[in-house]
């Protein structure tokens, strides 16, 4: 077994320099989680669900997500794909006009 000694001063300056890294760590925390909650505002839709909103079938759906230059934001985790519910949407509005 070792033993480590510290001088008085020497053990407090170490104690405020964990103390300032767990503050910038609790703080960059906060940033993120905070970051996390406004993406996390944003609705996403199941396929299903896409379908409905467009009263259209899976395959026009894909087509549409596919297209070059689609306003239709989606994301995909292999087979399982959801949908930006703003953008399908703004896809009946530039539709509409």
């Keep these: ?3 480590i000694v510290f ?3 020497a053990y ?3 104690l405020d320099e964990v ?3 767990m503050l910038e760590a609790i703080g960059d925390l906060r940033t993120n989680i905070s970051k996390d ?3 996390k505002t944003e609705e996403w839709v199941t396929t299903k669900e896409a379908q409905k909103i467009l ?3 899976y395959l026009k759906l894909r087509k549409l997500r596919d297209k070059p230059g689609s306003v239709i934001v989606y994301h995909q985790d292999g087979r399982y794909v959801v949908y930006n519910e703003a953008s399908l949407y ?3 509005n530039t539709k509409a006009t």
Excluded: F
Aim: glycine share 0%.
């Design 55 to 57: 009263k259209c079938k």
């Design 90 to 92: 703004k896809h009946l």
């Design 37 to 39: 909650t406004k993406a």
């Design 12 to 14: 407090y300056k170490m």
């Design 1 to 3: 077994m070792e033993i």
């Design 19 to 21: 103390k300032k890294s």
């Design 7 to 9: 001088e008085k001063s």
